[in-house]
Antibody, heavy 122, light 107 residues
Framework: QVQLQESGPGLVKPSQTLSLTCSVS??????????WSWIRQPPGKGLEWIGY???????YYNSSLSSRATLSIDTSKNQFSLTLNSVTAADTAVYYC??????????????WGQGILVTVSA | DIQMTQSPSSLSASVGDRVTITCRAS??????LNWYQQKPGKAPKILIY???TLQSGVPSRFSGSGSGTDFTLDISSLQPEDFATYYC?????????FGQGTRVEIK
């Protein structure tokens, strides 16, 4: 059974950098048909895709966040990470990591981590 | 980027009712359309991928249809555990987009 688990600080100060890590178990992060993704959900609002990364290093970002977001992957630890710089209160959200099946195949996000609430506040 | 628009934004229904949720894409996504269910405080779960293929374990009362720009999610007989928020998501492009969600509430 594939499981994903987000970790990182739950509170970040405005203008600083948000850093989260997703640990994957039950599947190798080098599985070629999958990408590894971050999605966020502000309180009471809908889902916003942030970006995804392939173990080969290919990355794709939401154009609205591409100037501030960076995804990286550590195959030795079976983890991938998100950094989002220059955060504001608008970045307060539950951040989910998820496995993304190649859009050339099915293109669905499954499974998801449980999510981590990150609050941006002084 | 493709925009995904769901309707209605919310609906009230009773147990046993048939429910239909619509998702419209701003340009054709072929059949690259997925549906998710999210319950309060939980991560979304995949229900249907590639327009009409049910994820393993999803009850057969759920069904999907459509192509191009117009898609529907049907729940044939609403059950108590189906009260949740539903999202569509396109996977036609390298920038997957979600609809804004449809909240299904108890009448």
């Amino acid at each position: 059974q594939v499981q994903l688990q987000e970790s990182g600080p739950g509170l970040v100060k405005p203008s600083q950098t948000l850093s989260l890590t997703c640990s994957v178990s039950g599947d190798s992060i080098t599985n070629t048909i999958y990408y590894w993704s971050w999605i966020r959900q502000p309180p009471g609002k809908g889902l916003e895709w942030i970006g995804y990364i392939h173990y080969t290093g290919s990355t794709y970002y939401n154009s609205s966040l591409s100037s501030r977001a960076t995804l990286s992957i550590d195959t030795s630890k079976n983890q991938f990470s998100l950094t989002l710089n220059s955060v504001t209160a608008a970045d307060t959200a539950v951040y989910y990591c998820a496995r993304y099946c190649s859009p050339h195949l099915r293109g669905e996000f499954d499974p998801w981590g449980q999510g981590i609430l990150v609050t941006v506040s002084a | 980027d493709i925009q995904m628009t769901q309707s209605p934004s919310s609906l009230s229904a009773s147990v046993g009712d048939r429910v239909t949720i619509t998702c419209r894409a701003s340009q054709s996504v072929g059949r690259h359309l997925n549906w998710y269910q999210q319950k309060p405080g939980k991560a979304p779960k995949i229900l249907i991928y590639a327009t009409f293929t049910l994820q393993s374990g999803v009850p057969s009362r759920f069904s999907g249809s459509g192509s191009g720009t117009d898609f529907t999610l049907d729940i044939s007989s609403l059950q108590p555990e189906d009260f949740a928020t539903y999202y569509c998501q396109e996977s036609h492009t390298t920038s997957p987009a979600f609809g804004q969600g449809t909240r299904v509430e108890i009448k």
